[in-house]
């Protein structure tokens, strides 16, 4: 039998998810500055300007900020 609670836990963003994603979208040296239940904060450079991006837990990592 499947735990579908466990599943879902799955499927939400981790911060090296998120990692992945702020490197797609051209954050260079980001790291992962806070986690929260709702949120991941990640910080970096985007064409020479300090960039904070925020993600959401959900699947996919949705951009909030």
């Known amino acids: ?3 579908r609670r466990h599943e879902r836990r799955a499927e939400r963003c981790s911060p090296e998810r998120a990692l ?3 490197d797609r979208i ?3 040296r ?3 500055v806070d ?3 709702r949120s991941i904060v990640v910080r970096g450079r985007a064409r020479g300007d300090r960039v904070t991006v925020v993600f959401g837990r959900a699947p996919n990592c949705p951009i909030i900020r």
């Open 35 to 37: 986690v929260s239940k």
């Open 26 to 28: 051209g954050v260079n």
């Open 30 to 32: 980001a790291r992962v």
């Open 20 to 22: 992945w994603k702020a």
């Open 1 to 3: 039998r499947h735990d």
